[in-house]
């Protein structure tokens, strides 16, 4: 039996590169899932008034995917969660197939997909 799951966003960046991603920000913006945006930056924070309110900007001076991913994951607050990195998009049509999937399957730990 399925059953609503949530699944959030949690995207590395570094010194605010995703800013010139402006496909994946818009793709970011358009979701009414939650999403976590951790910025590694030593000279350029981003700026939290760019994005919707469902998107939480967190900056920080520290260094390391691996923490920056906990301390999206930490932040994230739903049930599963997308890794992403700054450099990529969504495959938007894809989306409910895996909501569908995480629904269907709620032990699910991990699932692949490239991203084109």
Do not use: W
């Amino acid at each position: 039996m399925s059953r609503p799951v949530t699944l959030g966003y949690a995207v590395s960046t570094v010194e605010g590169r995703l800013l010139q991603n402006s496909v994946f920000i818009d793709q970011l913006n358009s979701l009414e899932a939650p999403v976590v945006i951790v910025n590694q930056f030593k000279y350029r924070q981003i700026d939290q008034r760019s994005f919707k309110e469902h998107i939480r900007i967190i900056n920080t001076q520290t260094k390391g995917l691996s923490i920056s991913r906990n301390m999206a994951l930490s932040s994230l607050g739903s049930e599963f969660a997308m890794l992403c990195d700054d450099d990529i998009k969504l495959e938007m049509q894809n989306i409910p197939k895996l909501e569908s999937a995480l629904e269907a399957e709620c032990d699910i730990a991990m699932f692949f997909t490239q991203l084109q």
